[in-house]
């Protein structure tokens, strides 16, 4: 969980640099910056619990931790998704910006098709309203973190990201 948190804060980190809105970059990086200091406490909580074993207090504050981080993490996308809507400027020649860019652009390109596809298939009241009953909420960047497959990803064994890894290998 601590590792993913630090992929998420780089994540966020990349995109927070290439964010074409002042607004949307601050509160990135605002949300990356939260997310590592969840991050860290739970890492330092997790060693701790290894080291004083089994208490129902110690077990507590690990899950709060742990639930802390998810919405964290949340958060981050959220603000991630607001960066990738205003824009984005061009990654540089950095794998990992190119990769988290892709990234953005395959979301990007998913809410662009649902929404067309929404208005196409337009189920609007009398009032233009769009309705709510059957509509199928529109994509986000957890529900595309959520999709790839397990087989796909890259999760070493070790916490420490390995040389030569990306930012987007591991699953968020």
Known sequence: ??????VVVKF???????????????ELLRAAEHTQSI??????????????????????LLLSNVQNL?????????????ACIKGLGQP???PEEEEVAAFC???RKNLTQHRAKEALNSDRDELGLRKTRGAKAEPTLM??????PPQNRNIPKH??????????????
């Open 1 to 6: 969980m601590v590792s993913n948190g630090q």
């Open 12 to 26: 966020g980190n990349i995109l927070a640099k290439h964010c074409l809105d002042q607004r949307c970059s601050t």
């Open 39 to 60: 991050s860290s406490q739970l890492g330092i909580v997790a060693r701790v619990k290894a080291v004083t074993g089994e208490s129902k207090a110690s077990s507590e």
């Open 70 to 82: 998810i919405q964290a993490v949340q958060h981050v996308l959220r603000a991630a998704e607001a």
């Open 92 to 94: 540089s020649a950095d």
């Open 105 to 107: 652009q395959q979301w």
């Open 143 to 148: 529900s595309l973190v959520q999709e790839q």
């Open 159 to 172: 916490p420490n990201p390995r040389k030569g890894h990306t930012v987007m290998d591991r699953h968020l």
